[in-house]
């Protein structure tokens, strides 16, 4: 295994991808972590992390839609969730160049 940070900064990066692409904040960093998991020291751990940040914001933004229609709620919960997809991966990626363990709050571990 070797150490490569700048791969680790650029997986947590990827993730902004949606901004630009719709889903390609999810393909990237799945496709990453599938094929240097275990050649790169660290990507286990920070994939994970990603992919459970990403599946469990997938989730809050599926209970947001009907919250939009039954009390106008799930606006404001669309507008966090946005919030989290922008500030949350350059913190982890900052964290990752220092070689720090990523911190999603609010993920479950659906992959562990």
């Known amino acids: 295994m070797k ?3 700048q791969l680790l ?9 949606d901004f630009v692409t719709g889903i390609g904040g999810f393909i990237v ?11 790169i020291y660290g990507m286990d751990e ?9 599946i469990t914001m997938f989730i809050f933004l599926l209970m947001c839609v009907p919250l939009i229609f039954l009390c106008g709620l799930g606006i404001i919960g669309l507008i966090i969730i946005g919030i989290c997809y922008l500030v949350f991966p350059i913190i982890n990626a900052v964290r990752a160049s ?13 992959i562990k």
Request: hydrophobic share 40%; glycine share 2%.
């Open 29 to 39: 960093p799945l496709i990453l972590w599938l094929v240097k998991k275990d050649e």
């Open 46 to 54: 920070h994939g994970k992390a990603i992919l459970n940040f990403r």
């Open 98 to 110: 220092n070689n720090q363990a990523p911190n999603y709050p609010f993920s479950f571990q659906f």
């Open 3 to 5: 150490e490569d940070k």
């Open 9 to 17: 900064v650029l997986t947590h990066l990827s993730q902004l991808l």
